[in-house]
């Protein structure tokens, strides 16, 4: 679905690289994390994904088409919608049913058509019954979700969040990531960047970035083994993960798959 072959970027001929040699594949329907420390290179990244953004060297291709590739550049923004941190950035409207009908609106398909796609991806982010509702009374999480939302009336194959949930709060990234997972489910391949550590559980694959280039990856359970390598990159793995391995310390023989509290809870429990 997407694919980085040998990708340099350089914002500037004198500035160090922000990306440097990145090679990376991304499957259909898979549910990848990439998180750095800041400046790492990770928003570089996501931006190339929908030709934001295009190699200094090397190339990137998304499904099949390379989006150096100026006539196919439209085509691979249909299929790769892009939600970024404010929420507030990315609405346009005061209504919510009409922010989301905004942007298949401008594309100029047809109304009942229109009607069809703003009902459907509102259920999909479970924000139905505020169709009619003002913008401006939902919270931080819900205009998230309203964002993405309208991205999904757009109907794009693959999802990328750039610390989308940074300017929420622990409800509001609760609801977004919960919203990421079900629309994971239905199919849609996901590239999420975030600093938060934990939201990255539960993904297929979590890419670590550090200066330009990728330091790691693999399952959360091959990740999270590497403690002291995602602490060299200057990220502080979740917290479960520090419980987990200082229990480990102390001769408790926990798997490396009890990553998320309810998991290392059933783990723990009949050890009490
Ligand atoms: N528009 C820009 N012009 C010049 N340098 C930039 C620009 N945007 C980002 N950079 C630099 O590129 C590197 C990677 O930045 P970025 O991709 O935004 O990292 P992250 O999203 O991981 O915080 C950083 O060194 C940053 O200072
Ligand atoms: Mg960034």
Redesign the pocket.
């Known amino acids: 679905m997407i694919e980085f072959d040998h990708v340099t970027f350089q914002?500037?001929k004198a500035?160090t690289p922000?990306l440097t040699n990145i090679d990376l594949t991304i499957d259909k329907g898979e549910f990848v994390a990439i998180v750095?420390?800041?400046?790492?290179?990770?928003?570089?990244?996501a931006k190339h994904v929908n030709g934001l953004l295009l190699p200094t060297e090397g190339t990137v291709t998304v499904c099949g088409m390379q989006t150096s590739n100026e006539d196919d550049l439209l085509r691979i923004r249909q299929k790769v919608g892009m939600a970024f941190q404010n929420p507030d950035n990315q609405l346009v409207t005061t209504v919510v049913e009409e922010d989301v009908a905004f942007g298949p609106e401008n594309l100029g398909i047809e109304p009942n058509e229109i009607r069809t796609r703003v009902d459907k991806a509102l259920a999909s982010v479970g924000m139905s019954d505020y169709a009619t509702f003002a913008v401006h009374h939902l919270s931080g999480g819900q205009k998230q979700r309203i964002a993405i939302a309208g991205i999904l009336a757009l109907k794009p194959q693959i999802l990328v969040l750039?610390e989308a949930s940074a300017m929420l709060d622990p409800n509001g990234r609760a609801e977004l990531l919960e919203t990421v997972h079900k629309l994971h489910r239905e199919g849609m391949t996901v590239l999420m960047?975030t600093q938060y550590m934990e939201e990255t559980t539960g993904c297929d694959r979590i890419i670590v970035?550090n200066h330009?280039k990728i330091v790691l990856e693999g399952t959360p359970e091959e990740v999270f083994r590497h403690t002291d390598l995602l602490m060299e990159s200057n990220l502080v793995p979740p917290e479960t993960v520090s419980v987990r391995d200082a229990l480990r310390s102390m001769g408790y023989a926990l798997k490396d798959r009890s990553l998320t509290a309810e998991q290392l809870a059933e783990e723990l429990c009949p050890l009490l």
């Open positions: 914002y500037e500035l922000a750095g420390h800041n400046g790492s290179g990770k928003s570089t990244l750039d960047v970035m330009g």
